[in-house]
């Protein structure tokens, strides 16, 4: 290996407009050859550690890569079947978008099975495919067919009810390029991940790597890390800074949300980080010790849950320790819903909306889980306050702000009047709502509306808003765009700006104030029908510079009877001819006739020193006057008579 950048767990997604980023993750029961399928597929055996070889047992996360049919690459992570190591499995599941639900054909459905399942239904991992293994060991079709419909069975009302079932051999390789298909099917209806601008990468593996110090990997969401970006890891709040980063064992630049990530971090030292802290960008995310949640009881727990319990909590990569308050009830049953209020001894990093596990500690069962819906409620609620239990309910289908932003999010470009249409909140909810967003820097009004709006926002309800999101993707493409052009069009002054707006795909009201805001913001400049990126200036080469010269001393050496336009290009090519017209070195008066600066700039003098006072002149005079041809001296006089410096009366012209 070569350090760094040849790590075997580290993963690549690229950040190209349409490329999707997944992860998936493996379940089922031990020893039914979940690694083994792993390794069959990709070439990489995720079980790492001497222990797990020798036991032949994963024990803690794997991880490996693979490449789809369609060239996508995605993400693995290899988790514990055993029992005794489940709650390894949990930290790895959390990250995850998709199942590779691994049941063997020789035993079927069996307890882990049931619980990996379990837990996949609680954490809503709403895609997936079953992989029945090892039917090389089965030589009756019909125990295949009994042992799908057992699985069918098991998997009825749940997240993986619909999903495909592929009979393959680990040890053969049957199967396996349907199983592939069949992986990119489910996640090609994968939601595309949302860039919420606040990156959160939990930390489920820490390692050192000589030369380089310390490395963490996770799953990213919400947002991009970049080389350079200052971070802060939580809940310590220990500060660090990215020193390099890694996807699928390539050096990325930045990494995208939904990526497996590996960040090498300076300014930390290993023995401070712990699983389940989180990377994050400074001061965008608060630990918290108290969260508000949804609860769902599985159906065969062995006892009700109670008010006070000690439980495991696994969000994220995290595990801790929690005290469980029960709200509105005295207790909940198998398979029975409600409000708890998590008190946890350690800090925890989460959002409104993320997935939960709750574990008995002794004997350790699986009991339940949801969704987070307050992180940061303001104290203790009161056990059967109604008040609190409404509070929860509204919550749960999110704050107005929220709200209204994923109906900005989801909209684009839209007026205010129509996002919150979208968002169906009353009058004096949606007016707070907007105000919040302005505070908080989510909502770009893209008129200049935003003082008013602040204050009444009825008031703009026709203004153009986008999200802050939105505003920052289509900006950093339009300039993108805009850099791409000047590197494969280096002597050309600037894009036009139909072509610029046809390849943004924008609308016209919404390209012109795009342009207007980065005009505005000194970071591209307009000239005439042309925008360029602030600074860019053509330059020409030695070479081209020294064929311009040339070129140029013809022009010099017969000022009045120059080259044509045709033998000019043909001498010096179509685009350093267009760039010597661009930087005003030549100019044009007519489709065929052309002269330098200088040429240009003594002829237009000294006609108007013929026409002072009053006199009119005829082409044949000034054909005299400067020793040429009447092809010449009519391009010349009929652009003054178009530039509006002459008119045209008969055969003669005088100054206008």
């Known amino acids: 290996m070569n350090g760094f950048r040849h790590l075997s767990v580290l993963w690549v997604e690229r950040a190209k407009a349409g490329y999707s980023m997944h992860v998936i993750g493996t379940a089922g029961h031990v020893d039914h050859g979940k690694s083994a399928l792993v390794e069959a597929l ?18 803690d996360l794997g991880f490996a890569w693979l490449t789809l049919p369609t060239g996508e690459e995605i993400g693995i992570i290899d988790v514990p079947g055993h029992r005794d190591f489940i709650e390894n499995m949990l930290a790895g599941v959390g990250g995850i978008e998709a199942a590779l639900f691994v049941i063997a054909a020789d035993e079927g459905v069996m307890p882990q099975t049931k619980e990996h399942l379990a837990i996949l239904d609680l954490l809503e991992i709403q895609g997936g495919v ?71 990468l939990p930390i489920d593996r820490i390692f050192s790597i000589a030369g380089f110090g310390t490395v963490v990997t996770g799953t990213l969401s919400d947002g991009y890390l970049r080389l350079g970006d200052e971070l802060e890891i939580l809940p310590a709040g220990l500060k660090g800074r990215v020193r390099g980063l890694q996807t699928h064992k390539r050096k990325e630049e930045a990494a995208v949300p939904g990526s497996r990530t590996a960040v090498n971090l300076t300014g930390v030292t290993l023995d ?41 909590l696994f969000v994220g990569a995290a595990e801790m320790v929690a005290r469980l308050r029960l709200l509105g009830v005295d207790e909940l049953k198998a398979g029975e819903s409600g409000w708890l209020q998590l008190e946890v001894e350690q800090p925890v990093v989460v959002v409104r909306g ?46 107005p702000s929220e709200i209204l932003l994923q109906a900005l999010i989801a909209m684009g470009f839209a007026s205010l009047k129509e996002v919150i249409a979208r968002s169906n909140l009353d009058g004096e909810n949606a007016s707070a709502a907007v105000r919040e967003l302005i505070d908080s820097g989510q909502m770009v009004f893209l008129e200049d509306e935003t003082p008013q709006v602040r204050m009444k926002p009825e008031m703009a309800r026709e203004a153009l ?28 002054s600037g894009i036009p700006r139909e072509e610029l707006k046809s390849r943004l795909s924008l609308p016209a009201r ?39 010269d040339a070129l140029l001393a013809r022009f010099n050496a017969s000022p009045y009877s120059p080259p044509s336009y045709k033998e000019a290009q043909a001498e010096i090519g179509d685009e350093l001819f267009a760039a010597l017209v661009e930087l005003g070195k030549l100019v044009s008066v007519s489709d065929d006739v052309i002269f330098s600066r200088e040429a240009y700039e003594s002829m237009s003098t000294q006609v108007k020193s013929m026409l002072a006072g009053g006199k009119s002149i005829t082409a ?30 008969g055969d003669t012209r005088r100054l206008k």
């Open 272 to 312: 401070r980080l712990k699983r389940g802290d989180v990377v994050a960008h400074p001061n965008t995310y608060r630990p918290t010790g108290r969260l508000d949640v949804r609860f769902r009881v599985l159906p065969d727990v062995l006892q009700p849950i109670r008010h006070n319990m000690t439980v495991k």
């Open 354 to 399: 993320d997935r939960y596990i709750l574990r008995r500690p002794s004997p350790g069962e699986t009991l339940g889980g949801g969704m987070v819906v307050d992180p940061h409620p303001k104290g203790r609620h009161k056990r059967y306050s109604e008040e609190s239990l409404q509070r929860l309910s509204t919550l749960a289908k999110g704050t």
């Open 510 to 548: 919404i390209f012109n104030t795009v342009i207007r805001r980065l005009v505005d913001a000194g970071e591209l400049q307009e000239k005439g029908p042309q925008v360029r990126i602030s600074g860019h200036e053509i330059r020409l080469s030695p070479v081209q510079q020294q064929v311009a």
């Open 130 to 200: 079953i992989a029945l293994t090892k039917v090389d060991l089965i030589d009756d079709p019909d125990w295949l067919d009994l042992v799908e419909e057992d699985v069918r069975r098991a998997m009825a009302g749940t997240v993986l009810a619909a999903a495909p079932i592929v009979r393959v051999s680990s040890r053969t390789r049957v199967g396996l390029e349907t199983l592939k298909q069949e992986l990119g099917t489910c996640l090609a209806h994968a939601p595309a991940h949302v860039d919420l601008g606040r990156p959160r």
């Open 620 to 649: 044949a005079q000034v054909r005299d006057h400067f020793n040429t041809s009447r092809r010449y001296v009519l391009a010349f006089l009929e652009h003054l008579d178009a530039i509006g410096v002459t008119i045209r009366e």
């Open 465 to 492: 808003v986008t999200s802050r999101i939105n505003w920052e993707q289509v900006s950093s493409r339009c300039l993108q765009e805009l850099r791409e052009y000047h590197r494969f069009y280096p002597l050309r």
């Open 42 to 59: 990709t070439g990489t055996h995720p079980d790492r550690l001497k222990e797990e070889r020798e036991r032949e047992m994963t024990i």
